[in-house]
T-cell receptor
Framework: GAVVSQHPSRVICKSGTSVKIECRSL??????MFWYRQFPKQSLMLMAT?????????EQGVEKDKFLINHASLTLSTLTVTSAHPEDSSFYIC???????????FGDGTRLSIL | KQEVTQIPAALSVPEGENLVLNCSFT??????LQWFRQDPGKGLTSLLL?????REQTSGRLNASLDKSSGRSTLYIAASQPGDSATYLC????????????FGSGTQLTVLP
C-alpha cells in the first residue's frame, strides 16, 4: 500500500528555534500534500494544502509566514515552523494523495514540544 | 462551514461486544466519508471510505453506513477485541475540492479483556 514517511517523529527545542518537518511519499508520486495540526483529544485541523511546484493554500487563521510549506518535488513536502513558541507545541500530521479523487495517506505525525 | 460531530467522545466495552460509533455532519453536499483509526501518538489508518453515492462499505468486522440526507454515518464493529482499542475518526470531503477533509473529534474506544 501507499506509504507516507514523516520525519522527525518527535522534536523538543527551545523557544525561538525554527523547526523543519519532512513528509515523503515513499512509493507513489504525490501531486498534493496536506498538513494538519492536532491538539490533545481534539480533531485534526487542516492547516494548508500544497501542490507540487506551486504555492501552498493556507486555511483561514493559519499564518503563512509562521508555517512555511515547500512542495518542491512529487515525493517531498516540508513544513517549517519559524521562530517557534510554546503555543506552537502540537502534533503535526501530513498526508499525501497521488491524484484527484484519490484517498489521502497519512504519515505517523510529529510531536513538537517547544520549551 | 462543514461541522463534523462524533458521539460518544469515549466508549468502554467488554471484549466480544458489538458496538456502534456515530458521526454526523452539517452539510450533506459531501464527496465521500471516511473512517480512520488513530493509535496514541500515531498517524491515521484508513478503515473504510464511502462514496456519496454509496450506502455502506464493509471490511472484515467493520461496517460503515452513510445516510447523506440525514447527515449521518455509523461505524459498526462486530465482536470487539482489545486490539480494537484506539480513537476512531470520521472525516468528510468537500464537493469540488474532493481531497480536503473535515474531521470529527473522534471516539476513544477501549475494549476490555
Amino acid at each position: 500500500g501507499a506509504v507516507v514517511s514523516q520525519h522527525p517523529s518527535r522534536v523538543i527545542c527551545k523557544s525561538g528555534t525554527s523547526v523543519k518537518i519532512e513528509c515523503r511519499s515513499l512509493d507513489f508520486q504525490a501531486t498534493t500534500m496536506f498538513w494538519y495540526r492536532q491538539f490533545p483529544k481534539q480533531s485534526l485541523m487542516l492547516m494548508a494544502t500544497s501542490n507540487e511546484g506551486s504555492k501552498a493554500t493556507y486555511e483561514q487563521g493559519v499564518e503563512k509566514d509562521k508555517f512555511l510549506i515547500n512542495h518542491a518535488s512529487l515525493t517531498l513536502s516540508t513544513l517549517t515552523v519559524t521562530s517557534a513558541h510554546p503555543e506552537d507545541s502540537s502534533f503535526y500530521i501530513c498526508s499525501a494523495a497521488w491524484g484527484i479523487d484519490q484517498p489521502q495517506h497519512f504519515g505517523d505525525g510529529t510531536r513538537l514540544s517547544i520549551l | 462551514k462543514q461541522e463534523v460531530t462524533q458521539i460518544p467522545a469515549a466508549l468502554s466495552v467488554p471484549e466480544g461486544e458489538n458496538l456502534v460509533l456515530n458521526c454526523s455532519f452539517t452539510d450533506s453536499a459531501i464527496y465521500n466519508l471516511q473512517w480512520f483509526r488513530q493509535d496514541p501518538g500515531k498517524g491515521l489508518t484508513s478503515l473504510l471510505l464511502i462514496q456519496s453515492s454509496q450506502r455502506e462499505q464493509t471490511s472484515g468486522r467493520l461496517n460503515a453506513s452513510l445516510d447523506k440526507s440525514s447527515g449521518r454515518s455509523t461505524l459498526y464493529i462486530a465482536a470487539s477485541q482489545p486490539g480494537d482499542s484506539a480513537t476512531y475518526l470520521c472525516a468528510v470531503s468537500r464537493v469540488g475540492s474532493a481531497r480536503q477533509l473535515t474531521f470529527g473529534s473522534g471516539t476513544q474506544l477501549t475494549v476490555l479483556p
